[in-house]
């Protein structure tokens, strides 16, 4: 079976970091672009950082410069560096391919950016 399966979340002040990380399981996922989504109530869920195999990354407008992406593909992790968080931060984070597939969401982390 294969899952992504999310951690590091939590309740964090403005201004403050958080890191997320990603764990595979039941299958590679080191040949695959990677990357890490965030859906907050009511909105669409939208790419906020990505990774390829090669190390390229690139990064939502809204996170630029202040989160980092990176992965450590001989353990099959993936993690999101969040600095200089902002209340408009707060979703839950997710991992996945990318392009994503359906089959691999999993439960995500909640973040809270909140005082």
């Known amino acids: 079976q294969v899952q992504l399966v999310e951690s590091g979340g939590g309740l964090v002040q403005p201004g403050g970091s958080l890191m997320l990380s990603c764990a595979a399981s039941g299958k590679t996922f080191r040949f695959a672009a990677m990357a890490w989504y965030r859906q907050s109530p009511g909105k669409q869920r939208e790419l906020v950082a990505r990774?390829?195999?090669?190390?390229?990354?690139n990064y939502a407008d809204s996170v630029k410069g202040r989160f980092t992406i990176s992965r450590d593909s001989a353990n099959d992790m993936v993690y999101l560096q969040m600095t200089s968080l902002k209340p408009d931060d707060t979703a839950v984070y997710y991992c996945n391919t990318s392009p994503y597939h359906n089959e691999y969401w999993g439960q995500g982390t909640q973040v809270t950016v909140s005082s």
């Open positions: 990774i390829f195999s090669g190390g390229d990354t």
